[in-house]
């Protein structure tokens, strides 16, 4: 077995998981079977502490993320720490709670550097069979504001609930104001010791769809749209591939891959990625106290022959593939499900 | 570390590549260098 060179790992930047409370409760979504109780909020001495440990690393951007984040009771008071502290943050947010006039108010004036906006559903009839909610009308005053403010983009995920609605999601949403949307599949959930694949669409099934809409989705975005590709770029036409990188409508690859990030749940376990908090290899006051004895455990043999393994190849193919840099291998939670070995093809 | 023990049990090849795959980050996607960040991570 071959080994990196540089095996140090140095994580660059943070998420914080500050709740697990969420007013929509996607069905596809992974924090619907992680086996943590849904008041569980991470206190404000946690989020200080480790704050000054990620700024202690290096760090200089906390992504804050939930549950519904702008429903953590501290998010206020965490926000102007931050600011205090130098350090940039980004929340991801379903946006309902902005429609709050009184939460808006004193949110906008303290508020993340940056907002990254999901959208669930572009209906309130959609609405109702993806999530628990029937909060239409706020959940577009909130994308509406959150848009107005932040001048950003709108993320949606590509399931089985959604797929059909695609395009008409991605109207509504340039409809609120996004100044751009990507779409990321959605991957396998790991949640009790097994993988969970019922709201994946069908490899195959979302490669044919994706590609014949693509030109609407032109159309409606004027270009300004991005695919996240979880899947292997071989999974996927070469010239389609060669249209979305040369349109810049591509991302690939993630922080796992590069070893570059780290995930903190509301109680101080460290997990690799948010879809395997289920999985922590860690946990604050136990295995580290401090940014050394952070980097010290991180790069323990074993958590070292974690990473190894969850980011070795997925199948023979990818070892001399020309794209392998660009791709990565796609996204490792849907090797909780397929075996990479029998469907990768290879870039051909 | 317990439960994390079986992703050690994941149907790769074991083969850890000779360096970390950059993947793309359109800078047309990402407003920043941190948004560039955030967008490496998987989407909720």
């Known amino acids: ?348 | 570390m317990d439960s994390a023990i079986q992703l050690l049990e994941l149907p790769l090849t074991g083969i850890v590549p000779q360096s970390r795959p950059q993947g793309i980050v359109h800078r047309s996607v990402a407003s920043s260098d941190d948004d560039c960040d955030y967008i490496r991570f998987y989407f909720l």
């Not at chain 1, 995920?157 to 797929?163: S, T």
């Open chain 1, 1 to 348: 077995m071959s080994t990196l060179t540089t095996t140090a790992i140095k994580p660059c930047c943070a998420w914080f998981t500050v709740n697990h409370l969420c007013n929509l409760q996607c069905r596809w979504c992974y924090g619907q079977g992680q086996s943590v109780s849904p008041s569980s909020n991470m206190d404000m001495k946690t989020a200080m502490n480790l704050l000054t440990l990620s700024q202690s690393i290096g760090i200089g951007h906390i992504t804050i993320i939930g549950g519904e984040p702008t429903l953590w009771p501290h998010l206020i008071e965490f926000n102007q720490l931050c600011a205090q502290s130098k350090i940039k943050t980004t929340i991801v947010t379903n946006a309902i709670q902005f429609s709050d006039d009184e939460f808006w108010g004193r949110y906008v004036s303290c508020s993340n550097d940056t907002v990254s906006v999901s959208i669930k559903a572009h209906s309130a009839q959609l609405l109702q069979s993806a999530t628990v909610s029937s909060r239409y009308a706020p959940m577009v005053k909130g994308l509406c504001r959150a848009f107005k403010q932040f001048s950003v983009g709108a993320s949606t995920v590509y399931n089985r609930i959604c797929a059909e609605y695609i395009l008409d999601i991605a109207q509504f949403a340039m409809d609120c104001g996004a100044r751009r949307l990507n779409i990321s599949p959605c991957t396998p959930a790991f949640f009790g010791g097994k993988s969970h694949v019922e709201y994946v669409v069908e490899p195959a099934v979302m490669v044919k769809h994706i590609v014949s809409i693509y030109p609407k989705l032109v159309k409606i975005t004027g270009g300004k749209f991005s695919l996240a590709m979880k899947l292997p770029l071989c999974f996927w036409p070469k010239d389609f591939i060669d249209t979305l990188v040369g349109n810049g409508q591509i991302t690939s690859s993630c922080q796992l891959r590069q070893r570059a990030g780290i995930v903190f749940d509301h109680d101080g376990y460290v997990a690799v990625c948010n879809s395997l908090t289920d999985c922590p290899i860690g946990k604050y006051g136990v295995d580290f106290n401090d940014g050394n004895s952070l980097l010290s455990h991180l790069n323990s043999p074993l958590v070292t022959k974690l990473y190894d393994r969850i980011t070795s190849y997925p199948s023979t193919k990818c070892v001399d593939c020309e794209k392998f840099d660009m791709c990565g291998g796609g996204c490792m939670m849907f090797w909780t499900s397929f075996k990479p070995q029998d469907c990768i093809p290879g870039w051909k």
